[in-house]
């Protein structure tokens, strides 16, 4: 068993971890029913955070207030990871705005509506994992 600690994450050490991920977490609040959290893939676009999505939900309510976007990584064998979270304000971009990023959808449909999260805060915690000390027997 191991101790563990939470360690920040500096601003470019999220954008890297950002960087290296192709999933991550979009939450908005829905009015009378609270936060919808869903899995989209994304592109960074700078500092910016690309997705696409079709009209519904999650695209109506995106502007009326602030948004978060998670990602994270957790190694359940290990018992460390890390997670990265991006609050600011979405919008549904123009086709310019867009015209040079590179992301096909996942899922059916076509993903027509382009949206980009123009980061306020960037914060990340990673799970430490530090080793115990040797026993009376050298073991761990």
Same mark, same amino acid.
């Given at each position: 068993? *191991? +101790?563990?600690? %939470?360690?920040?994450?500096?601003?470019?050490?999220?954008?890297?971890? $950002?960087?290296?991920?192709?999933?991550?977490?979009?939450?908005?609040?829905? *009015?009378? %029913?609270? !936060?919808?959290?869903?899995?989209?893939?994304f592109?960074?676009?700078?500092?910016?955070?690309?997705?696409?999505?079709?009209?519904? *939900?999650?695209?109506?309510? %995106?502007?009326?207030? !602030?948004?978060?976007?998670?990602?994270?990584?957790?190694?359940?064998?290990?018992?460390?990871?890390?997670?990265?979270?991006?609050?600011g304000?979405? &919008?549904?971009?123009?086709?310019?705005?867009?015209?040079?990023?590179? $992301?096909? !959808?996942?899922?059916?449909?076509?993903?027509?509506?382009?949206?980009? $999260?123009?980061?306020?805060?960037?914060?990340?915690?990673?799970?430490a994992?530090? !080793? %115990?000390?040797? +026993?009376?027997?050298? &073991?761990?």
């Amino acid at each position: 068993m *191991t +101790d563990a600690s %939470l360690v920040e994450i500096d601003v470019d050490g999220c954008y890297d971890l $950002l960087s290296r991920c192709t999933v991550g977490r979009i939450a908005v609040n829905v *009015t009378d %029913l609270g !936060p919808l959290v869903v899995p989209v893939n994304f592109v960074l676009d700078g500092q910016v955070v690309v997705f696409r999505t079709d009209a519904g *939900t999650k695209l109506r309510v %995106l502007t009326e207030g !602030p948004v978060s976007f998670q990602v994270d990584h957790v190694d359940h064998n290990r018992h460390d990871g890390w997670s990265v979270l991006v609050r600011g304000v979405a &919008y549904e971009a123009d086709e310019w705005e867009v015209r040079h990023v590179e $992301l096909a !959808p996942w899922t059916d449909g076509d993903k027509e509506h382009w949206v980009r $999260l123009v980061p306020g805060a960037v914060t990340g915690r990673r799970i430490a994992a530090r !080793p %115990l000390p040797d +026993d009376d027997r050298g &073991y761990r």
